[in-house]
């Protein structure tokens, strides 16, 4: 299974932004799929994860009300629709899929079973 990210920019704070993350090799609807964003110097923060189906989603405070994570598994594809963006916003988002949903386990970033490349977020002020 591999994961693609992109859909990432140079953007202005304010602006949107919706990158997306291809599964390919696996079908996607086998995994609950989580968004991470790393700055250099820094570990992976964990941004948001959503179930197999989508119906469940779970958010770090600093992004939630501003961040929305779906997902089309016809396309096998998940997308980070980034609202509000502001320049701490600003990283390397990678996604990883997981065969189980459990909170804790995307809060943290263990134990994923794959990750995939990343796609860089630059919102400047």
């Known amino acids: 299974v591999q994961l693609q990210a992109s859909g990432g920019g140079l953007v202005q704070a304010g602006d949107s932004l919706r990158p997306s993350c291809t599964v390919s090799?696996?079908?996607?609807?086998?995994?609950?799929m989580g968004w991470f964003r790393q700055v250099p110097g820094k570990e992976r923060d964990f941004i948001g994860a959503?179930?197999?189906?989508?119906?469940?989603?779970a958010y770090a405070d600093s992004v939630k009300a501003r961040f929305t994570i779906s997902r089309d598994n016809a396309k096998n594809t998940v997308y980070l629709q980034m609202n509000t963006l502001k320049p701490e916003d600003t990283g390397v988002y990678y996604c990883?899929?997981?065969?189980?949903?459990?909170?804790?386990?995307?809060?943290?970033?263990?134990?994923?079973?794959?990750w995939g490349k990343g796609t860089l977020v630059t919102v400047s002020s």
């Open positions: 090799g696996g079908t996607a609807s086998w995994y609950a």
């Open positions: 990883a899929a997981d065969r189980n949903y459990r909170d804790s386990d995307f809060r943290s970033g263990l134990g994923m079973d794959y």
């Open positions: 959503t179930s197999w189906a989508g119906v469940s989603t």
